[in-house]
C-alpha cells in the first residue's frame, strides 16, 4: 500500500510526474502494469485540477497586492501571448494535448497548466486536452519503461546503454541540424 501511495505522490510532483512515478512503480515497487498507469495518471491528473482553478485567482491577489507581482504577471503574459499566441489560437485543444502528451523534460500537467493559464484556455477546454495529453504520455512512458526493462533482461544492461546513447545522440544531431536551418 505504502509504495503505491509513493507513486501517487511522485506523480503529483511538478518535476517528475508520470516520466519519474511509472518507472519508480514498475521498477522499483513492482506494482502491476495497469495498476501503475491508472496511480500514475490519476496522481499526475490531481493537482493540475487545483491548478487550472487557483492560478488566475492568486495571480490576481498577489497582483492586487504587490506591485512587483503586477509587473511580473504583466511582463511574463506580454512576452509570452506575443511570442506564441499563434500557435496557441491556430492549434488551441490540440497543442495543448500533444504538449501535455510528450513525456519530456518541462512538459506534463503542471506546465500545460501554465501555459493554459497564461492563454486564457477556458477550463474545461484546457481539462479535456490536459487529461487527454496524460493519458497519452502514461501509455508511452509505460512502453518505454516496459521495453527498455526487456532489452535489458533479455540483451543485458551494456546493449541497453548503447541502444540509450545512439538514441541520445541523434536526438542531439537531429536538434542541431533543425537549428542551423532555422538561422
Known sequence: ????????????TPI????????????VYKINDFLVYFISVIGNFFPV????LFLGPISKWLS????ICRRFFSWIFEKTRKKHSGKIKKYGFWALAIF??????ITGGWTASLVAFLFDIPFKKALGAISLGVAVAGVIVLLVVKAGAAIQEFYGIQVL?????TFAFFSIMYKMIITKRAQ
Open 64 to 67: 492586487g497586492k504587490n506591485d
Open 16 to 27: 517528475g510526474e508520470l516520466r519519474l512515478a511509472i518507472p519508480v512503480g514498475l521498477v
Open 1 to 12: 500500500m505504502l509504495e503505491i501511495l509513493s507513486t501517487f505522490l511522485l506523480a503529483m
Open 49 to 52: 485540477v487545483f491548478l487550472l
Open 161 to 165: 546503454i548503447g541502444i540509450l546513447l
Open 100 to 105: 501535455t502528451a510528450i513525456p519530456l523534460p
